[in-house]
């Protein structure tokens, strides 16, 4: 006949947050082992893809964890994939050139009109 497993807790009903898994003891019992939460990925706040180098916990066990094991040592770290980071110096190293491309024929258009 087949052992039966009770709750070792008082919620007894079957919810997400009350699984179980039922495992055999050194002794031969078998008791009902709390499982808890998986964590989700942390993710990209531009694009959305899991963050590589950085585990999956639950909020709780992030907190507790130390700084070095929640981020990337580079910039935008534990917030950016490195895709969306390399966007980011790309546009902005763009609008710096357009900036100057601006002010040289800014300064050309001056020149050209005190010539004339």
Same mark, same amino acid.
């Given at each position: 006949?087949?052992?039966?497993?009770?709750?070792?807790? +008082? &919620?007894?009903?079957?919810?997400?947050?009350? #699984?179980?898994?039922? =495992?055999? =003891?050194?002794?031969?019992? @078998?008791?009902?082992? /709390? &499982? +808890?939460?998986?964590?989700?990925?942390?993710?990209? *706040?531009?694009?959305? @893809?899991? &963050?590589? *180098? @950085?585990?999956?916990? +639950?909020?709780?066990?992030?907190?507790?964890?130390?700084?070095? %094991?929640?981020?990337?040592? +580079?910039?935008? *770290?534990?917030?950016?994939?490195? %895709?969306?980071? /390399?966007?980011?110096?790309? /546009?902005?190293?763009?609008?710096? %050139?357009?900036?100057?491309? #601006? #002010?040289?024929?800014?300064?050309?258009?001056?020149?050209?009109?005190?010539?004339?």
């Amino acid at each position: 006949m087949v052992q039966r497993v009770t709750y070792r807790r +008082r &919620l007894s009903y079957n919810t997400k947050s009350n #699984k179980i898994s039922v =495992t055999k =003891t050194p002794g031969g019992r @078998i008791v009902a082992h /709390r &499982l +808890r939460k998986r964590g989700s990925p942390v993710s990209c *706040g531009d694009c959305g @893809i899991a &963050l590589a *180098g @950085i585990p999956h916990a +639950r909020p709780a066990v992030l907190k507790r964890m130390p700084k070095r %094991e929640k981020n990337v040592t +580079r910039a935008y *770290g534990g917030s950016r994939c490195a %895709e969306c980071v /390399r966007a980011r110096i790309v /546009r902005s190293f763009l609008v710096d %050139e357009q900036r100057i491309v #601006k #002010k040289v024929l800014k300064d050309q258009a001056k020149q050209q009109a005190a010539k004339n």
